[in-house]
């Protein structure tokens, strides 16, 4: 599909057009399959009848007859697989096409939350919606490997530099005119579910090397050859069973030797062969991308080959499962010693290859974050890539910034700009207003600018910072600790993070801070740390109730006040969602109470 053509429709409309095209060539290739599978049986039962007349008229030309169809059977079979593939490939198309116009929606229907990668005492995770079932995780993943979604993940957690972000951008750039290059990799990767598996223990294989006496007893593998011509003369008549004998007897003394090595190798590596033959050919698909932007260029250098080796080993890893079974064991592989060729070849593998295994799967990893980047900025057209400057200073200026979890339809933007260390902006406003919100907001488009992606806004600007909240602290019956206890511990966390002073400066995010404590505490505590945090490397927003607080912050030149207001109109309350300047002069509670049946008298 040329870029050209999907440039001039919407997202929409490209995966309406690209899910229906895959129904299509799905069902094409299912009526290919059948009509192969019937021609298959037919194939067969005719070389049974051949066969059968081979043996009673005893006439070579049937045997030959029968031969030519054992080999149309096993070109059919061929075929047959190849049909299977291309219908597993546009059903998975089809379902990519379908998650990601529910995507469109902000319905996820995938299950993967990403919830194995949350990180207790993390910055920002648990408070910014990072994992979760409506999740940032959610809304931006395409992997489909466990070395991919462990790549993107830490994107999400791991603020990016300057450098790579730009290159990043560049990267997701060029891969988002190529939408129909993304699902091709995703769709690969869904042909098999053990792209999912992951490959700790092959690395940990990869690395290790034979005892070198056993090593060296891999020779005698070739002894196998004695055996089985010994075996075809002695099925003529040629020689009798005591050779053959003696011959197994010697591949059971060898097998034996190698016994133990070969299980310690099956027993860590279970099905890992259909693994790595699918990591293979997604890597193989990688290997075929066209994008020419540097951060791709080099990965791609480093991946020549890759999709072959990979496949080749899986292969080997898979013919080494065959000794699982007994018929298989005693007819081929003991006369064959079929479990040490197997060995042999895995060790050559792993001398040949076992210094780029980490490389090729750096770069898969890395090609499905991408993808992930990619994919969503294709998918909103109208976020932007933001500015994301060098300077050591905190700075955010942006224009009709909006929630990236809120539907289009839904979502209210604001403007927002400051610059500077040592700044504390105070939000008030009644509740459910929107300034938990608004913080949220500010910080997930932090969140997804350092890590490379578009953002929800009309201009964003920004120099690197470290993202930190505050903003769902709980009680812990395990560490015995209150909520108010575990915020206190949270904030310490904060102020040592804004005492390093070669990094990037803190951006935090508190919500409602000191709210376990009564008024008096709650006002002398949250005044004493935002004090504190004027003289570090800090800049960040605090939501709060307290009105004695923006009184306060007024009158101080490092403390802004902004709020978002609400208006009860024939007893209804409306609320505008914007961020206005100033303290808050309207609350809520009262009239909310009255709403729910509490009479709290005038």
């Not at 999709?307 to 000794?323: I, S, T």
């Not at 600790?481 to 966390?493: G, H, I, N, Q, V």
């Amino acid at each position: 599909m040329e870029t050209s053509s999907i440039t001039q429709r919407s997202p929409r409309e490209f995966f309406e057009t690209e899910k229906n095209k895959a129904a299509i060539a799905e069902a094409a290739a299912l009526q290919n399959f059948n009509q192969l599978a019937i021609a298959r049986l037919l194939v067969f039962f005719a070389m049974i009848f051949f066969l059968w007349l081979w043996n009673n008229q005893n006439q070579p030309a049937w045997g030959l007859v029968a031969l030519g169809l054992l080999i149309i059977f096993l070109i059919s079979m061929r075929r047959q697989q190849a049909a299977k593939r291309l219908r597993d490939l546009q059903r998975n198309l089809g379902i990519i096409n379908s998650d990601e116009l529910n995507r469109l929606s902000f319905r996820f229907t995938r299950d993967d939350s990403g919830l194995q990668f949350q990180e207790k005492e993390h910055a920002f995770g648990s408070d910014l919606d990072i994992f979760g079932e409506y999740s940032l995780y959610k809304l931006l993943n395409r992997t489909r490997t466990a070395e991919g979604s462990h790549r993107f993940a830490n994107w999400l957690k791991n603020h990016a530099d300057t450098k790579e972000i730009r290159l990043r951008q560049e990267a997701a750039a060029e891969f988002s005119r190529h939408p129909e290059m993304i699902q091709s990799l995703e769709a690969t990767a869904l042909l098999h579910e053990h792209a999912a598996q992951q490959l700790g223990e092959f690395r940990q294989w990869s690395r290790e090397f034979m005892d070198k006496d056993l090593a060296r007893l891999l020779n005698f593998r070739w002894f196998s050859v004695i055996t089985v011509s010994i075996a075809i003369l002695f099925l003529f008549s040629i020689l009798p069973a005591w050779p053959l004998l003696l011959c197994i007897a010697v591949n059971v003394v060898l097998i034996a030797r190698f016994k133990a090595y070969i299980d310690s190798v099956t027993n860590r590596t279970t099905a890992l062969g259909k693994t790595l033959v699918s990591y293979g050919e997604i890597l193989e698909v990688a290997q075929s991308f066209p994008y020419q932007s540097p951060w791709w260029t080099g990965r791609k250098e480093r991946i020549k080959g890759s999709g072959n080796a990979l496949k080749q080993v899986g292969v080997l890893f898979a013919r080494l499962d065959y000794r699982n079974n007994i018929f298989f064991s005693l007819l081929v592989g003991i006369p064959t010693l079929w479990d040490i060729f197997c060995l042999a070849g895995l060790e050559t593998w792993k001398q040949n290859h076992h210094d780029k295994l980490a490389d090729w799967l750096e770069v898969l990893a890395d090609a499905e974050a991408m993808n992930s980047l990619a994919g969503h900025a294709f998918a909103n057209p109208e976020y932007i890539a933001p500015d994301v400057t060098d300077s050591p200073e905190f700075q955010i200026d942006t224009i009709a910034m909006g929630h990236p979890l809120i539907p289009l339809e839904r979502r209210i933007s604001n403007d927002f700009s400051v610059s500077g260390t040592g700044h504390t902006i105070l939000v008030t406003g009644s509740n459910m207003s929107g300034k938990s919100t608004f913080l949220r907001t500010i910080g997930l488009n932090f969140v997804l600018a350092q890590m490379g992606a578009v953002v929800s806004a009309k201009t964003f600007k920004c120099a690197p910072v470290r993202v930190f909240s505050s903003m769902r602290t709980q009680d812990s019956l395990e560490e015995s600790t209150s909520s108010f206890y575990a915020e206190l511990k949270r904030l310490r966390k904060l102020l040592e993070l804004a005492d390093e002073r070669n990094s990037a400066p803190v951006f935090y995010l508190l919500d409602e801070i000191l709210k376990g404590t009564n008024s008096s505490d709650r006002h002398r505590g949250a005044e004493a740390l935002i004090r504190q945090l004027h003289t570090k490397k800090a800049s960040g927003l605090v939501s709060t109730h307290d009105l004695e607080l923006g009184e306060w912050g007024a009158t101080e030149n490092y403390v802004h006040n902004f709020h978002f207001r609400s208006d009860v109109e024939n007893g209804e309350l409306l609320f505008d969602y914007r961020l206005h300047d100033g303290i808050c002069k309207s609350f809520n509670a009262s009239e909310l109470m009255r709403m729910m049946g509490i009479d709290i008298g005038k």
